[in-house]
């Protein structure tokens, strides 16, 4: 597999959208990577295609068992408070498999920096060389800032912000940031409901 070297947004996505698997994290869903067809689903709309995995062969439950260990150490490093740790451990997962970086041709025939893979490397390996890409990509480029946690109050998920603005606030803005603001709106409700003169307290409509 070869890892665009310049392009940390997609290392770092499948970073945090890994991370983001956990039962710890999602508390009413349970373990998103049930097994070895949920990591292939994983990968798949990630287009995600590791070496390992060429030839129709598809993830077995080795496969998942080290990809779940891999999710942990993925956390760790977005939970650290420095910035040498992430580059320490980052690099320990780039130095797993990865070779280079080197020129590449890409799929326009232009010289382009990568990080390979080495043959016989495994799904969990291939992953770590991507993901420990992403994460020294987006430190070097956006800062430790952008390694954050999750606003929500009922949310332990984590996620590394690419976005241009650097202003995102939750590890899954359609999820949490969608059930915050329901949530809000309902607690404004309840608060005018118990404003004296509203219906709920017995008053009557002015107009």
């Given at each position: 597999m070869k890892i665009p070297f310049s392009d940390y947004k997609l290392g770092a996505?499948?970073?945090?959208?890994?991370?983001?698997?956990?039962?710890?994290?999602?508390t009413g869903l349970g373990e998103i990577l049930t097994g070895p067809a949920a990591l292939a689903l994983f990968l798949a709309e990630h287009d995600v295609r590791p070496d390992a995995l060429a030839d129709g062969r598809r993830p077995d439950d080795a496969d998942l068992d080290q990809v779940r260990a891999l999710r942990g150490e993925i956390r760790a490093i977005l939970e650290a408070g420095s910035e040498e740790h992430v580059v320490e451990a980052a690099s320990a997962l780039v130095g797993r498999g990865g070779i280079g970086p080197s020129l590449y041709r890409d799929a326009e025939d232009r010289w382009q920096w990568?990080?390979?893979?080495?043959?016989?490397t495994s799904v969990a390996d291939e992953l770590a060389v991507l993901m420990g890409t992403g994460l020294l990509g987006a430190l070097r480029t956006l800062s430790h800032d952008r390694f954050r946690r999750c606003a929500s109050p009922v949310c332990e998920g984590m996620f590394v912000d690419?976005?241009?603005?650097?202003?995102?606030?939750?590890?899954?803005p359609e999820v949490c940031g969608n059930r915050l603001n329901v949530a809000s709106?309902?607690?404004?409700r309840r608060e005018s409901t118990r404003r004296p003169g509203s219906r709920a307290e017995g008053g009557t409509d002015s107009g």
């Amino acid at each position: 597999m070869k890892i665009p070297f310049s392009d940390y947004k997609l290392g770092a996505g499948v970073a945090t959208d890994l991370v983001n698997t956990s039962p710890v994290v999602r508390t009413g869903l349970g373990e998103i990577l049930t097994g070895p067809a949920a990591l292939a689903l994983f990968l798949a709309e990630h287009d995600v295609r590791p070496d390992a995995l060429a030839d129709g062969r598809r993830p077995d439950d080795a496969d998942l068992d080290q990809v779940r260990a891999l999710r942990g150490e993925i956390r760790a490093i977005l939970e650290a408070g420095s910035e040498e740790h992430v580059v320490e451990a980052a690099s320990a997962l780039v130095g797993r498999g990865g070779i280079g970086p080197s020129l590449y041709r890409d799929a326009e025939d232009r010289w382009q920096w990568y990080v390979a893979t080495s043959p016989g490397t495994s799904v969990a390996d291939e992953l770590a060389v991507l993901m420990g890409t992403g994460l020294l990509g987006a430190l070097r480029t956006l800062s430790h800032d952008r390694f954050r946690r999750c606003a929500s109050p009922v949310c332990e998920g984590m996620f590394v912000d690419t976005s241009k603005a650097g202003r995102r606030r939750y590890c899954m803005p359609e999820v949490c940031g969608n059930r915050l603001n329901v949530a809000s709106h309902r607690a404004r409700r309840r608060e005018s409901t118990r404003r004296p003169g509203s219906r709920a307290e017995g008053g009557t409509d002015s107009g």
